[in-house]
């Protein structure tokens, strides 16, 4: 289609940018979408070879470019070289996480590292869990419920009321597994005679074995939460999951694999490129895969965006194009530090020096995400056993925890429950679980857990060797925490000076964890020591805290100093925050620009705060709106 045919332009093709690109497709819009990745393979075969043969099963590890040579060992890869590069898992070392020749975030002047990565390619995030929960009310009203001592808060400029109804369908469209029952809690409601599209994930032993231990508590245990009265039962409440429990819209039901991070072998999980695919079934509607968006044109009175620039490239050669797309209407879908990191680029021959969409100097500010603390234990050899490795990576939570008068003084938390036993946490020591159990019980050596008295003695085989198993693995289990973040100003991107395999300026990360952050994690700690009591369980977690670790910090608790430590959720949210007018934001309630009339920044960065909840559904709904709201302009 020509230029002057197009009507919405959209960059990126993950969860955002596929939903508003199939809400258009359906009403006969014209959709052109820029993906600086491989587009949507024919079948996931290629994905999950790669992600078999890769020695390091990391949320990047299937999707390209490889991070693996033909053995499946680790390659290095210079970020200066690659064309769409990515942050790994993998640089989030001691020595590479802070270093631009090893890590393509540049976080040398970073004070702690900011620790979610990110995929490019068409459907952005099918690592992701499948999570789906909606933000409590209160979510959006922080300024006003607790403004008055955490500052940094601000109040969205929409309710839970405008989303409820966006929230239905966007559930509707991904297809989410739940119970309204299970999902009244801390004031979210819903519609008279609503129904999720399917029944809820059934609990795991592990969901029940904690349900159960947390049912019977003394306020005295739960005082340190600092909810009013302190609770005398916590519930473990089935998660809502983009993971179908029955048939829906073709795809098969979940069959329990436990890796829906990185891939789900089956695809019962939604994942964007199903809308993306949808929307591609529509004459109107052109995917240009390999291209990058290297700078947004506005037009002479800087109002309106006039086109993009783009850098096509090969895989095969070192070929480039470099050229410009128009249409009314442009959509930036990347992620919350993409998006910023293209605004910034965009100075229009110095007409716009601080990047477009920034009049006011907010972008890339309040860069946010979910610092999840993770900790894991083992129950006793003569109690009961939660056989980890049946079921989704996750079927249920604590959600009752995520509001109170505490978020005056602290971040909340919610309570990830795991049913992959020791697979991930292990992998910080010596490899995953349970490949480093056997191999440990195998060799007679205690490399893994040297708590573990157990492993102190000769190899076993055998039958020894599947009872000693038996007798291991079937009681593992971890919980992980993810902790509300404020929203500071100085957690920001901006433009590094290293450059990637295009030329462009790479994204620059000043990052760290505000006290009140702080002080959500260590409430996370004391939550975790009533788990494991409640449970009589043995706590191993203190060997997640590694020498060198970059993301460890001290704090103090009840008068002692303890270690912590936290990874990244994969939650990167803020830097182009929504607000009631330009003084205050970036865009409005329906993420168009304030600056100009026909730019959107939609997803995770137009979040104003990050609350608890995994922001995927919401950043369904907000698309949703924002699409309807585009068609009636286009």
């Known amino acids: 289609m020509a230029d002057e ?26 959709i052109v979408i820029l993906e600086a990745g491989d587009g949507v393979p024919s079948n996931i075969n290629g994905y999950m070879e790669r992600f078999y043969k890769a020695e390091d099963k990391v949320p990047e590890s299937p999707y390209p470019p490889s991070m693996s040579d033909k053995d499946g060992h680790f390659k290095t890869l210079d970020p200066k070289d690659v064309r769409a590069g990515r942050p790994t898992v993998r640089t989030l070392t001691p020595t590479a996480w802070n270093d631009p020749r090893q ?35 209160s979510d959006f009203r922080m300024k006003t419920l607790y403004g008055k001592t955490v500052p940094e808060f ?33 004031n979210i409601y819903f519609p008279p005679d609503y129904n999720y599209p399917m029944p809820p994930i059934p609990q795991s032993p592990t969901d029940r074995a904690i349900g159960d231990a947390l049912a019977t508590l003394k306020p ?55 809308s993306l695919n949808e929307a591609l079934n529509h004459r109107n509607v052109r995917l240009m895969r390999h291209t990058v968006a290297r700078e947004i044109i506005l037009d002479a009175e800087l109002r309106n965006v006039s086109e993009i620039k783009y850098t096509r490239y090969s895989t095969t050669s070192n070929e480039t194009l470099t050229d ?20 910034l680029m965009s100075t229009n021959d110095g007409r716009t020096p601080d990047g477009v969409a920034n009049f006011t100097g907010k972008v890339g500010r309040y860069l946010m995400d979910h610092p999840y603390y993770v900790a894991w234990g083992q129950l006793p050899l003569d109690g009961k056993q939660v056989w980890p490795y049946r079921g989704p990576l996750i079927t249920s939570g604590i959600g009752d925890l995520c509001d109170g008068p505490f978020r005056s003084q602290r971040g ?32 007679g050596v205690n490399r893994s857990l040297p708590k573990q008295p157990s492993r102190n003695r000769g190899g076993l085989f055998g039958p020894a060797l599947t009872k000693a198993l038996n007798d291991n693995i079937t009681r593992q289990f971890r919980i992980g925490f993810l902790v509300e973040q404020t929203p500071d100003a100085d957690n920001r991107v901006t433009l590094s000076d290293h450059v990637d395999g295009l030329g ?8 760290d964890l505000s006290p009140y952050t702080r002080r959500g994690i260590a409430a996370a700690y004391k939550m975790k020591n009533l788990i494991f009591q409640k449970m009589n369980a043995t706590d191993y977690t203190d060997h997640a805290v590694l020498p060198g670790d970059p993301t460890r910090f001290d704090q103090d608790i009840d008068g002692k100093t303890i270690t912590l430590n936290y990874g990244g959720a994969g939650h990167i949210m803020g830097t ?14 329906f993420q168009r620009s304030h600056d100009h009339d026909n730019l959107y920044l939609v997803g995770s960065s137009t979040f104003p705060t990050g609350a608890t909840a995994n922001p995927t559904l919401t950043i369904a709904a907000l698309a949703l709106r924002t699409a309807d709201r585009i068609a009636q302009r286009v």
């Open 504 to 511: 462009l300026r790479r994204p620059k990360i000043a990052y």
């Open 154 to 186: 601000v109040d969205w400029p929409i309710g839970y009321d405008d989303l409820v109804e966006w929230y239905g369908k966007a559930e509707a469209e991904i297809g989410v597994s739940a119970d309204v029952a299970d999902q009244r809690y801390l």
């Open 576 to 589: 182009c925050r929504m607000g009631f007018d330009q003084n205050d934001s970036v865009v409005d309630s």
């Open 412 to 443: 909340a938390f919610r309570v990830d429950i795991g049913n992959e036993g020791w697979n991930f946490v292990a992998a910080g020591i010596v490899g995953s679980d349970p490949h480093a159990t056997t191999i440990d019980f195998v060799n």
């Open 103 to 137: 890590s393509y975030l540049d976080q040398s002047k970073a004070k702690l590292p900011f620790a979610s990565t990110y995929n490019r390619v068409a459907g952005g995030t099918s690592h992701w869990l499948g999570t789906c929960l909606r933000f409590v009310p």
């Open 220 to 274: 005295d245990q739960t005082a340190f939460l600092g909810m009013t009265p302190s609770p005398t039962s916590i519930r473990v409440r089935p998660v809502p999951a983009a993971r179908n429990s029955q048939p829906y819209r073709n795809r098969r039901a979940c069959a329990g694999n436990t890796n829906c991070i990185p891939i789900c072998p089956i695809q019962a999980k939604y994942d964007p490129t199903v």
């Open 324 to 343: 410009t797309i128009r249409a009314k209407v442009f959509v930036i879908a990347a992620n919350a530090i993409e998006t910023p990191r293209l605004l």
């Open 5 to 30: 045919d197009i009507d919405v332009v959209i960059v990126g093709s993950g969860f955002a940018g596929s939903l508003i690109a199939n809400e258009l497709a359906k009403l006969g819009k014209k």
